[in-house]
């Protein structure tokens, strides 16, 4: 089996997971895997992500550009996965709508940014302080991708991060698939954590 097949299977397993959470509803997401410094898988655009076909994904580029053979075309943020594969050693990309962290991003949104403390799940993250403290960015939604790719990058730097888009969803990254789906199921712990912890206190 060859390294693209290796890597298509590795993200069919991450989408094949993500889906049985619901965390791709209406057709939202895109999740994308390094296959070698010159290309990259990513989700075709528009598909039910609860489904598996033979053109679930697509070859692309560095720049994202798509590679003749495949059926589709590319998600519609390619270019942030652009960003994190030209910035870092990640090897898988990964962005999910959920509610909550639409919530979160929403309650948050004006600050920029939104801090968690003392949660043990925090070592997710390789942070084994006590009470440990974790931060992720919460950037502006453009509408125009290149715009978004653009105040995205400004938070791309380590190869494994996260950043939370205001009221559409999170991106998430590692060197490989599990690193990256470790650091999107943490943050979204934290999310849902964080909102029945305000509902109780009667926020």
Known sequence: M?????????????????????????TSGNLSIKVDDEFFLVTASGKD??????????????????VEGFAGKPSAETL??????????AGCSLHVHTVDN????????????VTFTGQEIIKAFG?????ASVTIPII?????IPALA??????????????????????????????????L???EFLFSWHIKLLMLKGR
């Open 102 to 113: 639409n919530v979160i991003s929403e309650l948050y949104g004006e600050a920029g940014e």
């Open 49 to 66: 992500k609860r489904k598996e076909t033979d053109e679930d994904f697509l070859l692309v580029s560095a720049d994202g550009s798509a």
């Open 150 to 183: 653009k105040e995205f990058s400004r938070y791309v730097s380590e190869d494994a991060g996260a950043v939370l888009i205001r009221n559409h969803g999170i991106t998430a990254w590692g060197r490989d698939a599990f690193e990256a789906k470790k650091f």
């Open 127 to 131: 942070v084994w302080e006590e009470n």
């Open 80 to 89: 942030l996965h652009v960003e994190v594969y030209g910035k870092t050693n």
């Open 140 to 144: 502006p939604n453009h509408a125009d």
């Open 185 to 187: 199921e943490a943050y």
């Open 2 to 26: 060859n390294v693209m097949q290796l890597r298509w299977n590795e993200l069919a397993d991450v989408k094949r997971e993500l889906a049985a959470r619901d965390w791709f509803p209406g």
